[in-house]
């Protein structure tokens, strides 16, 4: 994967978040079209984009906003307050990320 390929999905979750308050609908569509690209593509989000969709409801998830988060028993549980959709992650530890670099 080449570097900037990532950030494609960073600026299109952020471009989807900026669209959410003015619509949600359209800012939906966007996710959607995000996943339908990834999938084309098949390139691989990057994990604070994919932690921040909602899998039940495709809303860019925005923190205090649609979003809410608390922990609890080592994980993190993350509420998207536009479907109820629930999910859970477990706190990451900070290691670091074991990429094979080929040399
Ligand atoms: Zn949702």
Same mark, same amino acid.
């Given at each position: 994967?080449?570097?900037?390929? =990532?950030?494609?999905?960073?600026e299109?979750?952020d471009?989807?978040?900026?669209?959410?308050?003015e619509?949600?609908?359209?800012? *939906?569509?966007?996710v959607?079209?995000?996943?339908?690209?990834r *999938?084309?593509? *098949?390139?691989?989000?990057?994990a604070?984009?994919?932690?921040?969709?909602c899998?039940?409801?495709?809303?860019?998830?925005?923190?205090?906003?649609?979003?809410?988060?608390?922990?609890?028993?080592?994980?993190?549980?993350?509420?998207?307050?536009?479907? =109820?959709?629930?999910? *859970?992650?477990?706190?990451? =530890?900070?290691? =670091?990320?074991?990429?094979?670099v080929?040399?």
């Amino acid at each position: 994967m080449k570097p900037g390929e =990532k950030e494609v999905f960073r600026e299109w979750l952020d471009e989807a978040r900026e669209v959410y308050s003015e619509s949600r609908d359209y800012a *939906r569509k966007m996710v959607a079209e995000m996943l339908e690209f990834r *999938r084309k593509s *098949r390139l691989a989000f990057p994990a604070e984009v994919k932690r921040f969709i909602c899998k039940n409801c495709n809303s860019p998830l925005i923190p205090g906003r649609n979003l809410r988060i608390r922990t609890k028993n080592r994980h993190i549980i993350f509420l998207c307050t536009d479907c =109820k959709h629930l999910f *859970r992650l477990p706190y990451q =530890k900070k290691t =670091k990320k074991q990429e094979k670099v080929n040399k």
